[in-house]
């Protein structure tokens, strides 16, 4: 195993937090170390400092790319957390029906990792609006940075034993078995999810219109004090009046900072 150096390590976490917002500390440099080897096997290179230099040369986006694919640790599950979910359906749910005319439900679920929260939303959307779904636009924005764990949420494909905290009839409904151990996610509710590639670091968001429920959970522990302040005032400049922003219950906003009014432990409103 190639082992990494302060300096090196110092440079990588500089590199990964100034593109990423991921404050990687020193308890993490074993984590680095160990993840990276086979980046580094693949190209030959015998120090991580030959690797950084390879990072910073590559235009393509290619190496960056890779290296966030590597790094980021994308641990999720089905109803995760799940009194977000009952109270999206118990109580963001009628309030947007009640309020959004235009029927133009706009969810985004940031850092969605492999899709087991934006397809729960989707379902929760689904059995909520019942017979009415069809009159209804909502459609779910999924994004990460990684890649990787993009084009697994796309497939849709579970684990049989993952979906057991889910109601018989979701799994009834909303699944195909695909044999004895996997199913797949049902194609009318892949079509409610849109997935792209998004990093939070971007200076600006370019979103034509703003969101009702903003879904970013369990991200931020990653971020410094600082990285979560401007994260939230980018949520919060992008939310609707009345909309939620649900974060994780690890995580909380700087009451005295932000803008959003709190609802619930890890749930936000904008008034």
Known sequence: MISITNEEFKKLAEYIKSNYGINLKEEKRALVTGRLQSV?????????TEYYEYLIRDKTGTASTVLINHITTNHTFFMREPEHFYFFRDTVLPYLKENVASRD??????????????????????????????????????????NQVLEKARRGVYQNKDLAQLPPSWRLNYFTKIDASTSAVSERIKNEVIFRPFNLMSPTYGFKKKFHVIF????????????????????????ESGGYLFIGHSETLNREKTSYKFVMPAVYRKE
């Not at 580094?40 to 991580?48: G, I």
């Not at 492999?114 to 779904?133: C, N, Q, V, W």
């Not at 959970?217 to 939310?239: C, G, P």
């Open 40 to 48: 580094l096997a693949e190209h030959n290179f015998k120090s991580f």
């Open 105 to 146: 439900l706009r969810i985004w679920s940031a850092g969605c990792s492999s899709g087991e929260e934006p397809y729960t939303l989707a379902m929760l959307i689904d059995e909520y609006f019942g017979r009415e779904k069809p009159m209804w636009d909502a459609r779910i924005l999924a994004t990460d940075i990684s």
């Open 216 to 239: 970013c959970r369990n991200v931020m522990i990653y971020f410094n004090s600082q990285t979560r302040d401007e994260l939230a005032d980018k949520f919060y400049n992008i939310t």
